[in-house]
Each structure stands twice: as structure tokens, then as C-alpha cells.
């Protein structure tokens, strides 16, 4: 790969120092960007040419190894157990139900030729769920920003290697734009636009979990989904998520759609763990950022 990216730099124009290679070399092998075509290659280099925001995140991303490795082992890697925890007959219920329902699809798509059953095996295989990852973009924020981007590259490894599509839900007071990665592989329009997003003024919570239910009830039910929120912590409606109708709406999640939800605050002294109730995971980021 070295040499790849070195023979496609030469036909810019632009020199790189040393650092800048090392950034876009594991820009390359956490995006997967040799998968893309030799023009679209082009346009990602050039990119990283002129976006500073994108120079920096790799840069962030290099110096915060340890903490994405921790990131990509324990998120969404939730141990087995603890999915078991709670509610052990619930869960089990939901997993009968949704067996039946899988052998009832395999049933119905069952074709026959003379005395020749074709069975589609292969849809009956669980397929893993989407991973959707809830950015808060504010003004309180703006400072985070790019650390908490170059925290996301690490996912789009995870999420590649698993197959998995994942969803960046950019969040203030509502969602105004989602991207969706097929399977982890890069779209380059909707990359430079995640990049490049920006909101101002403050964060509703609320909203943005309405819209990972809307984006659970699109995918096959019995797949487990992952949900990511980064936020610093303080949310203008977080008083409501201890209320009756949003327990029940997280509940629900996680018992009709497996969804696990893990939570990346900016400080911990910002965090409120009651209003969090539902999060399997938190972690914190104060020692990046300083």
C-alpha cells in the first residue's frame, strides 16, 4: 500500500511532509480507501490536500491509538452477559419470536422446481445491525469536534470488517442531515459532508433517539444494533429521559431491536448517570482533550 499511495501523491503537484504521509496512510487502512477507484482515490487525496479538519483528525487519530483500540474492543463488543442481564426470559421470548418469524420468511421465499426445493438459506443467516453513531454538534461542542471525528475513523474499521452499516446522526435541537455507510465502506460525498458539518446553539436529546427508533424499524428485526451518542453530557431535555414515555421508547429498543446503546461524554463532572440509565457503557474523554 506504501508504495500505491506514494505513486498516486507524485501526480500532484503538492509535496507532504513525513507526518502528513503517516496521516493519510492510516486514513487509507482505517477507510479502506484503496477499495475506492483510482479517480475517486484522486479526489480523496486532493481533499486531504485542502481540508485542514481532515489533516488534523488523522493527526488526533494517530496520537489517541490506545483509546480507539478501547473504543473498537468494548464498543460495540458488550459482553455477553451483560446483554443477558436484563430481563434473561424476557430476552428469551424475543428470541423465540424472532426465530419463528425468521423460519416463517424462510418458509414463504422457499420456491419448488419439479421435485427440487430451493431454500434461501443464506437470508436466514443473522445478519448483524447496524451501528448508528449520534454526534452532538453545538456550540458547546465546537471544540470537540474534530477529536470526536477522528474517534468515528476508528468505527468505520469495526463496522467494515463486521459488514455493518453505520449511520452518522449528527444532533443539536434536531437531525437536519443523516449518513449512511453501506457496510462500513466509504461514500466520498457524504464523508466530506460529515466532515465538513457544522451546527450552532444547544442539544435535544429527545429528537435524535425518536430517529435511531425510526432508523431500527427499517432494519430486519433479530439483528442487533449498536447506538453511539457523543455528547457533552448535558442535553436541555435531559430531565425527560427519566420520564414514563421515554423509558418506555428505550425499552422498547432495546427489546424489540437488541439495541445497545454506549455513551461518549466530553467530561465526566457533565455527565448525569440517572438521565443515562439506559446506556450500557460510558466513557469519558477528558484525557484526550487535554
Known sequence: MKDAIES?????????????????RFLYENLHIEELSEGEQHYFIDYFFKSEPLR??????????????EIQENIPAIEKAERLANGKEQRQYYERKW?????????????????????????YQQDP????????QTTGMAAYSE?????????????????RDLYIVPYDRQIHVHYRFENGHLNLADFKSF???????????????????????????????????????APIDGQHLVGKQAKMMLKEMKQKYH??????????????KQQFWFASKAFFADDAIQ
Not at 488534523?56 to 483500540?69: R, S
Not at 426445493?117 to 437470508?123: A, E, G, K, L, T
Request: aromatic content about 8%.
Open 147 to 163: 477529536i470526536c471525528k477522528s474517534m468515528i475513523l476508528a468505527l468505520f474499521m469495526s463496522a467494515h470488517r463486521e459488514g
Open 129 to 136: 445491525g447496524p451501528m448508528i453513531i449520534c454526534l452532538e
Open 56 to 69: 488534523n483528525m488523522a493527526a488526533f487519530a494517530l496520537e489517541l491509538t490506545d483509546i480507539m483500540h
Open 8 to 24: 498516486l501523491i507524485k501526480q500532484f503537484d503538492k509535496q507532504l511532509t513525513i507526518e502528513q504521509l503517516d496521516y493519510l
Open 99 to 123: 426465530s419463528e418469524l425468521r423460519r416463517q420468511k424462510l418458509k414463504q421465499q422457499t420456491t419448488k422446481s419439479g421435485n427440487i426445493y430451493y431454500v434461501p438459506f443464506h437470508d
Open 259 to 272: 439495541a445497545e446503546f454506549s455513551v461518549i461524554a466530553m467530561h465526566e463532572h457533565n455527565f448525569n
Open 195 to 233: 466532515i465538513e458539518y457544522k451546527a450552532k446553539g444547544e442539544a435535544a436529546i429527545l429528537p435524535v433517539l425518536q430517529f435511531v427508533k425510526a432508523l431500527l424499524q427499517e432494519n430486519q428485526l433479530g439483528t442487533e444494533a449498536d447506538v453511539i451518542i457523543f455528547t457533552e453530557g
